[in-house]
């Protein structure tokens, strides 16, 4: 779980933490180490355009924070105001491309973890 490991970011919430560096920020999807690509959101659901460095900071925090709880082979996004990582729906599944349906894909049977340390 996020809070026993000792790698994890000793800032409690994961979530205030994200903001403080991208202060709009309410989803963060972040994809494959492979892609090379994270995206931010704003709460309005349009993608947020931010500097390179802080959209790697941002998927590194997130990485580091669930550990091993995602397979992070697929991408996932962190909802901020929940606290909960879920996997990314498909291109061609609803909520990929989040002003589509306005849910940003969460769906419960696609959620990982929360930042509490809940699965």
């Known amino acids: 779980m996020p809070q026993n490991n000792p790698a994890a970011p000793a800032c ?14 309410v989803l963060a999807r972040v994809y494959p180490e492979r892609r ?45 105001p929940t606290g909960a990582l879920y996997l990314t729906p498909e291109p061609h599944q609803n909520g990929y491309i989040p002003e589509d349906d306005l849910s940003f894909g969460l769906s419960l049977t696609r959620r990982i973890a929360i930042a509490d340390g809940s699965y």
Not at 41 to 61: G, N, Q, W
């Open 36 to 80: 090379s690509v994270t995206h931010l959101f704003e709460s309005d659901f349009y993608r947020m355009l931010i500097d390179r460095r802080t959209e790697e900071r941002v998927a590194h925090m997130i990485r580091l924070y669930f550990g091993n709880a995602a397979d992070w082979r697929y991408a996932h996004d962190f909802y901020l």
């Open 12 to 25: 409690a919430n994961l979530g205030l933490a994200i903001q403080e560096i991208a202060p709009m920020t």
